[in-house]
């Protein structure tokens, strides 16, 4: 875990519940360019950005504890009780806003699984759950809780549209609906009503007096405003001709760097086994020491990162290999963090880089090389073109938003192999005094063949396998050929 994270989760795990404070944050607030880039590619259902976790509990968590911790979260956290507002006929720009409509219930949910449930079927009702569309007129979450698995245990599964926040982000705003190291105290019950009473006068009043001696404005004001400052900036930008051409080269340069993540600009077109998609989705998992999955780096002189992508390049191929498939070269991304210390924890700072890594005709050593050099060059340079990158989340936000959800999804299915590292709580978590077993993370397939996500937790790396079944059909024989490529690195997974 790196030390940004611990040092947020620690601090937030020993910080005192109060259900007297809450953060306002602003009340009305215009979604970044990222953020409104994910919410318009979502116009089609392929490219949902929805994050998921599942997490396997030791006992059936209290009902009441549990609605008390999301009472206490919504109550602290801003973007929990927000929704996204777009303006009227699409002019100007989606806002957050509070739903003044907020109802718990609709977004935490009870549920028992049918008797002698497995984990298969957890998995099934999971995978399902998380990807059922969010009603966009609400806060874009839920948390669904299940009981019913063997031994009395239960699950917890949340899901959480990426424009709220990126993989760490959601982690540290966990922080303030589980317990770490120990079980805490129940927390005290918080009044909703009051606090979005009190936080829509404080709309109110913001509508009344929006600054100095301004009146109001409408939906058709800021539309209006929007057109008059843009068409107002072209003729500004026609009348410099200098700054016309900085301008232009600063959009090709964001272009090119776009153009840079996405394999199949260059002619690739992935894996001719994996060329199916569809909207249906299996989930997979398996759980790894992760001490020995340090050790393996520390033999190897790679990062932890390192290991986790090239056993999954290893599972790709074996996978081909069962079906005579050649793959000379496999179409994959690789999430970079851009976060930066005193980023907002629901800042969105990741870039999906895209590495095409060396299929057949390879051996697992140079492969873990080639991957050790290309994680890390593509790491500085996505870093220090941070500013570059948030161009292009703007261009891709003013497109319309079918046309940019058109390009996207055109790029992404030529994608095999996404894969993400998100670093976790080192400690023990407890949900609504339950210990927290698994915490199983599952990652946006967003129009790719699979996504592979590890998430360390308490001595643990857990592997999730968001899997596309028209692409990858036998998801056992996937599952079984993850655990054999990271054998093949000398890190043996267990058997659940």
Avoid at 14 to 31: F, M, Y
Avoid at 69 to 82: E, M, W
Avoid at 125 to 140: E, H, K, Y
């Amino acid at each position: 875990m790196d030390a940004f994270a611990h040092a947020v989760l620690v601090s937030v795990s020993a910080k005192p519940v109060n259900s007297g404070t809450r953060h306002t944050g602003k009340v009305d607030q215009q979604l970044s360019d990222t953020e409104a880039m994910l919410w318009g590619l979502e116009s089609n259902p392929n490219l949902a950005t929805t994050m998921g976790s599942l997490l396997i509990l030791d006992k059936t968590p209290d009902t009441e504890w549990a609605r008390n911790a999301y009472r206490k979260a919504v109550a602290s956290v801003p973007r929990l009780r927000l929704r996204v507002s777009v303006p009227t006929l699409g002019l100007g720009n989606a806002h957050w806003t509070l739903d003044d409509a907020f109802d718990l219930d609709h977004h935490v949910r009870f549920l028992r699984l049918m008797p002698r449930a497995t984990y298969d079927d957890l998995a099934r009702t999971a995978v399902q759950w998380i990807n059922d569309p969010f009603d966009r007129s609400r806060p874009l979450w839920s948390a669904l809780i299940l009981s019913g698995l063997p031994g009395g245990r239960a699950a917890l599964v949340t899901k959480l549209h990426h424009s709220i926040a990126d993989g760490l982000g959601a982690l540290q705003m966990a922080g303030e609906i589980y317990d770490f190291d120990a079980i805490g105290k129940k927390p005290a019950p918080v009044d909703l009503a009051q606090v979005f009473a009190e936080l829509q006068t404080e709309v109110e009043v913001a509508k009344v007096q929006p600054g100095k001696g301004d009146p109001p404005k409408t939906s058709a004001d800021e539309a209006g405003s929007n057109l008059l400052d843009r068409a107002r900036g072209l003729a500004s930008l026609l009348a410099d001709r200098q700054q016309l051409t900085t301008r232009s080269n600063d959009a090709v340069k964001a272009a090119r760097t776009m153009a840079s993540q996405f394999p199949g600009l260059g002619g690739h077109t992935g894996s001719e086994l994996w060329s199916g998609r569809s909207r249906n989705r299996r989930l997979e998992w398996l759980e790894i020491s992760l001490d020995r999955l340090k050790r393996a780096a520390r033999e190897r002189e790679v990062r932890l990162n390192d290991i986790f992508v090239a056993a999954t390049a290893e599972a790709v191929l074996r996978y081909h290999d069962e079906f005579g498939v050649p793959l000379p070269e496999i179409s994959a991304t690789v999430v970079v963090s851009t976060r930066r210390e005193g980023d907002k924890p629901t800042d969105n700072a990741f870039t999906p880089a895209s590495i095409p890594l060396p299929g057949h005709g390879v051996d697992a050593v140079e492969r873990l090389a080639y991957i050790n050099k290309e994680i890390l060059i593509r790491r500085e340079a996505l870093r220090s073109h941070r500013q570059i990158l948030g161009s292009v989340s703007g261009l891709a936000a003013a497109l319309p938003a079918g046309l940019s959800a058109s390009l996207t999804l055109d790029q992404a299915r030529r994608v095999d192999l996404a894969t993400s590292n998100v670093p976790g709580p080192p400690v023990p978590a407890y949900f609504a005094g339950q210990k927290v077993l698994r915490w199983i993370p599952v990652g946006p397939v967003s129009g790719t063949a699979v996504n592979v996500t590890l998430l360390s937790y308490n001595n643990a790396a857990f592997i999730g396998m968001h899997i596309d079944p028209a692409a990858v059909a036998e998801t056992k024989l996937l599952k079984n050929c993850v655990r054999a490529g990271f054998g093949d690195l000398g890190v043996r997974a267990r058997i659940q």
